[in-house]
């Protein structure tokens, strides 16, 4: 540490080992030999942490984020954004009825991580999964930023108390496809069905002029 003595203008060095951490404390000037009191150093701020997807990003490879590495060609996969275990019960028994292979994940970082090394065919999550703020979700942050190519594969719905279910307007305005209010969970799968019937029949034009090119 720099010291300056304002008696003398001495300026002189204090080994850092020898400052104690965040208390006041005093020295004595070896040019004039009057006492000079530092107060204690504020810490170092925090650094900033990095984003939940640069974090994500950086991690190393987890056979807990891969389940579906040895399913068979063709099989549908999907992941379970929910934290309300009624919820999940009835979300789970839908996509189960419709032959998907599902996962759940219990944070934000974790669909992260698991987006990451497996191409999902479908999502559920709950606008508040992880996020106090519904428009500050980090799931459909990231949705929303995907590449068109690879976001246009994959079907979101969206579990929400706030619209009504299949409200094309609310789904246009969060990037989703399909939204379902959370009284009609009963009947979800009648509901999925339907949506992702018609959510392949828009793009198949598009997908077969593609095989053509």
Known sequence: MDIVCH???ARFKLPDEKVPVGKAFTVTC????KKLTRAAEAPPAPTSPASLMEEVAAGTYDASERPF???EEGARTAIVCESDPEYQVKILEALEALGFYVTQ???ARDVLKRMRFHSFDLVVI???F???DPDRNSVLR??????MATRRSLFVALITKRFRTMDNMAAFNKSVNLVVNVTN?????KILKRGISDHQNFYRPFKEGLVRI
């Open 105 to 107: 994940a219990p944070s």
């Open 69 to 71: 590495d040895f399913l």
């Open 126 to 128: 709950n606008e508040h």
């Open 130 to 132: 992880d996020a106090s």
């Open 185 to 189: 969970l009963d009947v979800l799968g």
């Open 142 to 147: 990231y949705l929303e930023r995907m590449p």
């Open 30 to 33: 070896p040019r004039c030999k």
């Open 7 to 9: 008696h003398c203008q």
